[in-house]
């Protein structure tokens, strides 16, 4: 292997690190992306697309709240490029008890400047006439997104090259070591090492609290116009962000084309990729029950993912003090994308020795959660 002379080594070409590459780049640093297999395969192709704002709990909010700002801030190329698409978020009460959780949630969102509009049933079916009639109403959020994340990580890795990153694809590490990562018989050597590997990151650092969860989605054919916003159940976030061993809730979103994706499933089952077809079921009867018209579209492909979760359902992002050089950028869960930008801003501020944006503390790798406990 050719000797190459870096400052800093990220290993993940998904979004997450593409995005570090770029912040990192921008700083002046030599960087050098390494991944096993291809730029935005493995979590990050597997993935949804949205760029949203999580309310879950204060420190998602604050990344998510933080993060989306930059994709909007993003070089007009990048966000051309990704295909991104500001058309909203409709949250959907089912009932009465859900709609009475709406004044709370918007007064939050409210006061993080975040606009929202309370739909009453009749504003909902406007907002997306696909609905079924019968739904208490929803929480419109404008300023949300969803993107092509593949084509997105091509754009920032090309925006880190433009800044003098290399990329170095189907070179698997094999384990990283301080200051240093090695492949095969090789050792590259750098000052900063970025663990950016998604749902793969504990294979290269086992202590960290990741492990994967596995997802299914589907997409339609182009059916213009069908769905106009990104739509999600309220219930989703109880689906998301409690580890249960498996769970489905409605997600539903548009895409440029005209297509449709249907999520969303969430189940723990180790690294088996293959499609179950109870949970896929279940997943496709649930958007259905919202959004009955869905039954009569037509599918072009189904696939599974695997999501890089944590216990406490907050990324890792920082220095890993147990190896020398060691920073992690991991376990996001299903908001790498929405995250990805903010991930990598946080990031290259605390290499740099500069005061973040938001507070870091939240997000520290070492932070005491324990690994393998969910």
Avoid at 33 to 39: E, L, R, S, T
Avoid at 260 to 267: A, F, K, L, Y
Wanted: overall charge negative.
């Amino acid at each position: 292997m050719t000797a190459r002379k870096a400052d800093a080594i990220v290993v993940g070409a998904g979004i997450v690190g593409a995005a570090c590459a770029a912040a990192l780049a921008r700083d002046g640093l030599r960087v050098l992306v390494i991944d096993a297999g291809g730029a935005a395969l493995g979590t990050t192709a597997a993935g949804m697309g949205h760029v949203v704002v999580m309310d879950d709990s204060p420190e998602q909010l604050a990344l998510t709240r933080y993060s989306r700002s930059l994709w909007r801030a993003q070089d007009d190329a990048v966000r051309v490029a990704s295909e991104l698409d500001w058309c909203g978020t409709v949250w959907v009460a089912e009932d009465e008890t859900q709609l009475d959780t709406l004044p709370a949630k918007q007064q939050l969102y409210r006061e993080h400047g975040i606009d929202t509009e309370v739909l009453d049933e009749t504003s909902l079916i406007e907002a997306e006439p696909q609905l079924r009639r019968g739904l208490a109403g929803g929480l419109l959020v404008p300023s949300d997104g969803v993107i092509y994340q593949p084509a997105a990580t091509i754009a920032l890795l090309a925006l880190a090259r433009t800044m003098g990153a290399e990329v170095l694809e189907r070179m698997p590490v094999e384990e990283i070591v301080p200051c240093g990562v090695r492949c095969g018989a090789d050792t590259l050597r750098a000052d900063v090492i970025v663990n950016a590997a998604g749902a793969a990151a504990a294979s290269l650092t086992p202590q960290l609290p990741v492990i994967p969860r596995k997802g299914h989605l589907v997409i339609t054919e182009r059916y213009p116009g069908f769905c106009r916003h990104q739509v999600a159940e309220l219930g989703y976030l109880a689906s998301a962000h409690v580890m249960t061993s498996e769970s489905v809730a409605c997600n539903v979103q548009p895409r440029s084309t005209g297509q449709v994706i249907v999520g969303s499933s969430r189940e723990l089952v180790g690294w088996d990729a293959s499609v179950n077809r109870r949970v896929l079921g279940k997943m496709i009867a649930r958007a259905c029950a919202f959004m009955p018209g869905l039954a009569d579209l037509t599918t072009v492909r189904t696939w599974t993912g695997f999501r890089p979760a944590t216990p406490d359902k907050l990324p890792l992002i920082g220095r890993w003090p147990e190896v020398p050089g060691l920073w992690i950028a991991a376990g996001h869960e299903g908001l790498g994308i929405t995250m990805a930008l903010g991930t990598a801003a946080l990031l290259a501020d605390l290499v740099a020795g500069r005061e973040p944006a938001i507070d870091a503390a939240p997000y520290a790798p070492d932070r005491g959660v324990a690994a393998g406990v969910h």
